[in-house]
T-cell receptor, first 109, second 113 residues
Framework: AQRVTQPEKLLSVFKGAPVELKCNYS??????LFWYVQYSRQRLQLLLR??SRESIKGFTADLNKGETSFHLKKPFAQEEDSAMYYC???????????FGTGTSLTVIP | KAGVTQTPRYLIKTRGQQVTLSCSPI?????VSWYQQTPGQGLQFLFE???????NKGNFPGRFSGRQFSNSRSEMNVSTLELGDSALYLC????????????FGAGTRLSVL
């Protein structure tokens, strides 16, 4: 069965410090992985997807199939990065998404 | 381009009642997915509709149902409401192929008293 795990419910870092939000998944096929972000009082929106291999707002994420992980990283956290982050998986044969329970990131000034 | 629109934004119901939520997708999007969001469980997939047909279904009881109209607008219905149904219900639309980006609405906050 498909599952997405985000082990940290809450994460606090100081401004300028590196940040890593962890995401592990279980899926036997070839998944597509996404990171979605929800800023305060805004709707859930796509941050990045592994297939595009982009850096968005300084964030990057690398799919590690050996470790079944898709951790989100940013070298220098900014206050505006404070938000709820969700890792999501889409199966190769479906438009069904599986979301993790989310990590609330707080960047301390 | 208008985003995904969900109505109403807030609903208060009592146990045993039923409720209907509406979702208008982005123009041109044929897939609509519904999620239940709660603090403890995160986003849980309810079902997905594509071209008026339910294509995927999550692990929710039969009290949760939905439908999609020819203009891709979708409705979700919950019958015999329970206290545990209190949640934010999110709708997401996408073009409809596999692995498409999902665009989310602002949600309908349902409170069951």
């Amino acid at each position: 069965a498909q599952r997405v795990t985000q082990p940290e419910k809450l994460l606090s870092v100081f401004k300028g410090a590196p940040v890593e939000l962890k995401c592990n998944y279980s899926y036997s096929g070839s998944p597509e992985l996404f990171w979605y972000v929800q800023y305060s009082r805004q709707r859930l929106q796509l941050l990045l997807r592994h297939i595009s291999r982009e850096s968005i707002k300084g964030f990057t994420a690398d799919l590690n199939k050996g470790e079944t992980s898709f951790h989100l990283k940013k070298p220098f956290a900014q206050e505006e990065d404070s938000a709820m982050y969700y890792c999501a998986l889409s199966r190769q044969d479906s438009n069904q998404f599986y979301f993790g329970t989310g990590t609330s990131l707080t960047v301390i000034p | 381009k208008a985003g995904v629109t969900q109505t109403p934004r807030y609903l208060i119901k009592t146990r045993g009642q039923q409720v209907t939520l509406s979702c208008s997708p982005i123009s041109g999007h044929r897939s609509v997915s519904w999620y239940q969001q709660t603090p403890g469980q995160g986003l849980q997939f309810l079902f997905e509709y594509f071209s008026e047909t339910q294509r995927n279904k999550g692990n929710f009881p039969g009290r949760f149902s939905g439908r999609q109209f020819s203009n891709s607008r979708s409705e979700m219905n919950v019958s015999t409401l329970e206290l545990g149904d209190s949640a934010l219900y999110l709708c997401a639309s996408s073009l409809g192929g596999t692995k498409n980006i999902q665009y989310f609405g602002a949600g309908t906050r349902l409170s069951v008293l």
